[in-house]
């Protein structure tokens, strides 16, 4: 029906339930949240630029919904429940907990054409259509959140104690504080509405404990994190009113996870050491025993709650997120799932017609910065390169020198099926210094105009026979570089300039310069080899660098990476570092180090080329023996 293309995008609708002056809508774990809705649009634009996004509330939509194409409400009420139900003209897609209408009203989703359930209930029966894909909340992944977890507190709940909307036990919360204050925990309370009347009220029996503290907000990440456990009481506020259907029994609904609360994920977005229960709608989030700690009993028996839960904090495991799980439950993670199901909602075509992509060949461009000493490990790259690549890539090298002093003749004459393009970008004062090998880099890029594209040092050799089909199969959805890592010094558990391969369209259109930063005086003296700029890693660029606040790291070759991929809320794979005297090397060469990826030696790296002669050095013979056997042992 409608074509991506540059001219011919889907106009499409966002009207958020919460507007943005509403402090709901502002807070951590809200899928309301303005901003963080913007940002995910803009990233997955990078990824797929299928449409044109309109962030618009529901008044204003109504009197121009004609100016689009398709609409997604984010939350429902009667003014949209009313759309949904009678207008036919535009297509329309719904993300809301629409237990209740299922139940009572299940016709108004007849001419909506998805319906992004939140609810964890079986609602088959009442549909009349299959047009629902289940989708819980999420989090932010912009959110701040600390490395380890403080001590001063055994717990930290963050919440408030009405439950007011409950059938029974309305005062859950405040009583089960109450038990485990008891058995002598110190509990933290971050409470946004502890001055208000009802909230005052439930607090004043637990502010005779001296063993519990109250402040007076609501926590983002980092208040998660104020204590050795968090504390997640994920029972619901449903069902005071007797006569509504619900579709649930009672006991369901006191004591059941039929919706996966918004704690529960800003628990998993602080990364935090999380106690909560054990319920398969939890799990179902990629929560187990190796990531956070569970507690079985339900609302109808307080007191062995808190002996469990007490039981787990005197055990004093420490058990933290994965990134896995982490990622998987972010807002971006729902954005791309409900855009991609969008557009091929309204794209619906004969599967016959589909090309067979089996048939088309991936076009990989290699990037090889070439500097002083660079030429026979060049070929011996090169010559690894063509003895593990698949026939499934159509692979084009570029080489770029970028020292006077390298033979020109001798790469022009490295004897390859392989097409290569050879380019000199001759530093002005001939200086060797990372700053340089970067800049080439840049240059390289600058080049390339195929779909995928890789940087490699020059000394390094490929190992893995399909290497370029098994790593292009990662660069998928929002993952667009995969590569090796830096072991020290540097940004961690994100790919580097040693070895990557990326979506090229994403580096390019996010500017990201090799270049290192170089320290300041250094920006006067380019005559000088220039020494690259140490920063402090801090509370807010800690997500991006993987190291620990206040470590300091280089800002060397590639530092950009992980800054301005993760910020766009991209991401990137990274191999296993390796050292050569490990037990996991594979090789056991004298110098270097080895890369793995799912327990499979991709390739090896020797490293310091510049000052190894490849004919003489015999730290290079000997990596040359170990490599050339490992491939004539693998080649088929």
């Keep these: 029906m409608y074509k991506n293309n540059s001219k011919n995008k889907i106009n499409l609708a966002i009207v958020p339930k919460v507007h943005w002056l509403h402090e709901y809508s502002r807070a951590y774990g809200s899928q309301h949240d303005f901003n963080h809705i913007k940002k995910c649009l803009n990233s997955y634009q990078l990824i797929n630029n299928y449409f044109n996004y309109k962030i618009i509330y529901i008044n204003k939509f109504i009197k121009n919904f004609d100016q689009f194409d398709a609409v997604l409400f984010l939350g429902s009420n009667a003014i949209v429940d009313n759309f949904l139900k009678n207008n036919k003209n535009i297509r329309k897609y719904l993300w809301a907990f629409n237990q209740f209408a299922w139940v009572n009203n299940p016709n108004l989703f007849d001419n909506t054409n998805i319906v992004f359930e939140q609810t964890n209930e079986n609602i088959e029966k009442y549909q009349n259509k299959n047009n629902v894909i289940k989708l819980p909340l999420g989090f932010q992944n912009t959110v701040i959140y600390l490395d380890n977890n403080k001590t001063e507190f055994d717990l930290v709940f963050n919440g408030t104690l009405d439950r007011e909307l409950r059938l029974n036990q309305k005062f859950l919360r405040r009583d089960l504080l109450i038990e485990l204050l008891k058995l002598d925990l110190k509990i933290l309370n971050y409470n946004g509405r502890a001055n208000k009347f009802i909230e005052k009220k439930l607090l004043s029996p637990l502010k005779k404990f001296k063993n519990f503290s109250i402040i ?3 926590g983002d990440g980092i208040e998660y994190n104020h204590a050795r456990y968090s504390l997640d009481i994920p029972f619901l506020n449903l069902g005071a009113k007797k006569n509504e259907n619900w579709g649930m029994s009672e006991k369901r609904i006191d004591n059941g996870i039929w919706l996966n609360h918004w704690d529960t994920f800003r628990a998993i977005g602080a990364k935090t050491n999380i106690i909560t229960y054990d319920a398969p709608e939890i799990r179902k989030l990629g929560l187990s025993e190796d990531n956070v700690n569970f507690y079985k009993s339900d609302p109808l028996n307080l007191k062995k709650m808190a002996e469990e839960i007490c039981s787990i904090v005197k055990n004093d495991a420490y058990k933290k997120i994965d990134h896995s799980t982490w990622k998987k439950n972010t807002y971006f993670n729902r954005w791309i799932n409900i855009l991609d199901n969008i557009f091929n909602d309204i794209n619906k075509v004969d599967s016959s ?53 390298v033979d020109i003749n001798y790469l022009k004459n490295i004897k390859t099926s392989i097409p290569i393009k050879i380019f000199t970008n001759y530093s002005f004062f001939g200086n060797k210094d990372s700053f340089q090998h970067g800049k080439n880099i840049d240059y390289l890029i600058s080049k390339f105009d195929s779909k995928y594209g890789a940087i490699m040092d020059s000394d390094i050799v490929l190992l893995k026979k399909n290497w370029d089909k098994i790593l292009l199969d990662k660069l998928n959805k929002d993952v667009v570089i995969i590569g090796t890592p830096y072991n020290q010094f540097h940004y961690l558990n994100f790919p580097n300039a040693i070895f990557c391969i990326f979506k090229t369209d994403i580096i390019k259109k996010l500017k990201i310069k090799f270049k290192p930063k170089k320290r300041h005086i250094y920006n006067f003296v380019p005559f000088i080899p220039s020494k690259v700029s140490i920063r402090k890693v801090n509370l807010k660029n800690k997500k991006f660098f993987s190291n620990k606040v206040n470590e300091k790291i280089l800002f060397d070759v590639g530092y950009q990476l992980p800054l301005k991929i993760k910020n766009n809320n991209l991401d990137g794979i990274s191999f296993d570092f390796i050292d050569s005297t490990s037990n996991k ?52």
């Excluded at 593990?388 to 770029?400: Q, V």
């Design 585 to 636: 090397a594979k090789l056991k060469t004298l110098k270097g180090e080895e890369y793995h990826f799912d327990d499979e030696i991709i390739l090896s790296h020797l490293g310091r080329s510049t000052k190894r002669n490849f004919l003489t050095d015999k730290y290079c013979i000997n990596w040359k023996k170990l490599t050339s056997n490992w491939l004539k042992k693998n080649e088929k």
């Design 216 to 218: 007076n907000r609501f």
């Design 353 to 405: 017609k589909l090309i067979n992509k089996k048939n088309i060949k991936n076009r990989l461009q290699i990037g090889i910065s070439c500097g002083l000493n660079s030429e026979h490990y060049t070929n011996y790259l090169i010559s690894s390169i063509e003895q593990t690549k698949s026939n499934e890539t159509d692979i084009e090298i570029i080489i770029s020198i970028n020292n006077r002093k």
